[in-house]
């Protein structure tokens, strides 16, 4: 079922957010990257778990991808 997926889906980026935000405090920009890339590809996992259906979660599936690319963006010009 759609919403049991986008379920496990969510818990996967609350995981990923805490992981990535963790690596943060290591400097370790690699696993941020990974976590944010991560983030990215559960919201539109849940979005297409939906297919041919109307997803009741399409608003925040692409508010959190929208945030997911522009973190990834952040990061990405981050040097340490």
């Not at 889906?9 to 992981?19: K, W």
């Not at 991560?38 to 849940?46: H, K, N, R």
């Not at 979005?47 to 963006?73: T, V, W, Y």
Request: aromatic fraction near 4%; proline fraction near 1%.
């Amino acid at each position: 079922m759609a919403i049991m997926d986008c379920k496990d889906m969510y818990s996967d980026v609350l995981d990923g957010l805490q992981t990535a935000t963790d690596a943060i405090a290591k400097k370790d920009m690699s696993t941020v990257k990974s976590m944010l890339t991560g983030v990215i590809s559960d919201a539109v996992t849940c979005e297409d778990s939906f297919a041919g259906q109307i997803s009741p979660l399409s608003d925040f599936d692409d508010k959190l991808r929208n945030m997911g690319n522009n973190c990834l963006a952040v990061a990405s010009l981050i040097k340490w």
